[in-house]
């Protein structure tokens, strides 16, 4: 495949369906709606709104972190903060399933309908690839391809288009494209992320203390792993307490589950053998966490556990 050519070829496409329009997309800082932005910007410059929806699921850093990278790029983003409107449709929430729905609902429905009759945009640029496509037809996952998922008709709805430049790509060749956009190894090298971000990683009710605590968690447990080359790495915090002792007195605390998964493609996964003196300094980190007194590993390949637990 010649993915210069490729390249070329869906900026081409892209100018000629927006033609003088507006159109908008969302960054999520992965590579896939990292390189839409790239290629959507070489397009439309200016007539290309790009958003990062802060949801305040976020890791530590992440809207700063995402801010910055594009800001190196000459490539002007706009940070949404909806932090309250997310935290309003989870609470109470403690089934997966619903949480997942109340997160999609609140971006697709709430904040993307309006950022969308704000600017009048007639099209949506998706990151969507041709392993969601198939994800999604073999009933794998179903976060991908949101909006009909939602019974959306995003033209009927909003009014808007939907186009999908990398739906002929896979992430192999998404990582091909981002480097000759020249996008940073930082940004495409990063390990996948889930779109329900710590709300993933969270067993049951989310709330601002509960997030607190895995992103302290999670901030941990990248920084022992960057090096690990393992495919994904993840902190999570369980519903259930255990009896600890924190400063000579007994402590009903949480407990962390840390993940290490080598992987190809997520579809299957076995745990990483990491040295046992790394997990050692996990915990010793994790459990120094107010509140955390335990810090578990997690051994159970994919299947039968799925990689994260919501
Ligand atoms: P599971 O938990 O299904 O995860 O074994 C497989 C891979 O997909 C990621 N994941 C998601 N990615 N939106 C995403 O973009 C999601 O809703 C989502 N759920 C899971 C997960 O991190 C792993 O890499």
Same mark, same amino acid.
């Given at each position: 495949m010649d993915y210069r050519k490729f390249i070329e070829e869906r900026i081409a496409e892209i100018r000629e369906t927006v033609g003088d329009g507006v159109a908008i997309?969302?960054?999520s800082g992965g590579v896939?709606?990292?390189v839409v932005t790239a290629i959507g910007h070489r397009a439309l410059g200016t007539q290309l709104k790009t958003f990062f929806v802060d949801n305040a699921l976020m890791r530590a850093g992440e809207p700063e972190f995402v801010e910055k990278v594009f800001a190196e790029m000459n490539i002007p983003i706009e940070v949404v903060d909806a932090g309250k409107e997310f935290l309003a449709a989870l609470r109470g929430l403690t089934d997966p399933e619903e949480k997942r729905q109340a997160i999609t609902n609140t971006f697709y429905?709430?904040?993307?309908? =309006?950022l969308v009759r704000e600017t009048g945009a007639k099209y949506l640029l998706h990151g969507t690839i041709l392993t969601d496509?198939?994800?999604t037809?073999?009933?794998?996952?179903?976060?991908?391809?949101i909006l009909s998922q939602l019974g959306i008709d995003p033209e009927k709805e909003y009014g808007y288009q939907v186009l999908e430049p990398l739906k002929t790509l896979r992430k192999d060749g998404v990582r091909k494209v981002a480097a000759l956009l020249d996008l940073p190894d930082q940004l495409t090298s990063r390990i996948p992320f889930p779109g329900p971000a710590l709300a993933a990683r969270i067993v049951g009710e989310v709330t601002e203390d509960e997030l607190t605590l895995v992103r302290q968690a999670t901030a941990i447990v990248e920084d022992e792993l960057a090096d690990s080359g393992a495919f994904q790495y993840l902190a999570v915090l369980l519903q259930d307490r255990a009896t600890g002792i924190r400063?000579?007195? =007994?402590?009903?605390?949480r407990i962390v589950a840390v993940?290490?998964?080598d992987s190809l493609d997520a579809r299957t996964a076995t745990p990483a053998r990491l040295e046992w003196e790394v997990l050692e300094r996990i915990c010793r980190r994790i459990t120094a966490i107010p509140g955390v007194n335990r810090c578990l590993y997690d051994l159970?390949?994919?299947p039968p556990a799925t990689v994260e637990y919501i």
């Open positions: 997309n969302a960054l896939d709606s990292a429905c709430d904040v993307f309908g =309006r496509i198939e994800e037809t073999a009933g794998i996952k179903r976060q991908h391809n400063d000579q007195r =007994r402590e009903f605390g993940r290490c998964i159970t390949p994919k």
